[in-house]
């Protein structure tokens, strides 16, 4: 087997030849992306309560949810490049550089 051929050396090396992203899984490994996607999250079923709250004439919920949203979506996606931007400074790079992430 391939595994088997394998050094403890090479064990923890990135498998560059498998792997087409320089971060890949980091949604799930960096915690830290997590709030900014929560707030993505919120801001799509915001858009979805406040479209329902239109259609049945609840024009109060309207303006709130109208407002929330796009706080909402600003935010997380503020915060999604904030991290992304500091994981990229701690490689020596910046947020444009096309490699990866």
Not at 45 to 65: D, E, K, R
Request: hydrophobic share 45%.
């Amino acid at each position: 087997m391939e595994h088997e051929n394998m050094s403890e050396a090479d064990a923890g090396a990135t498998d560059d030849d498998r792997t087409t992203r320089g971060h890949a899984g980091e949604a799930i490994v960096d915690t830290r992306n997590w709030p900014g996607y929560i707030c993505i999250g919120l801001a799509l079923v915001s858009l979805g309560l406040t479209l329902t709250a239109a259609g049945y004439g609840f024009g109060g919920w309207t303006w709130i949810g109208a407002v929330a949203a796009p706080v909402l979506l600003i935010a997380g996606i503020v915060l999604v490049l904030l991290e992304r931007k500091r994981v990229k400074a701690q490689e020596g790079k910046s947020l444009t550089d096309p490699a990866g992430h």
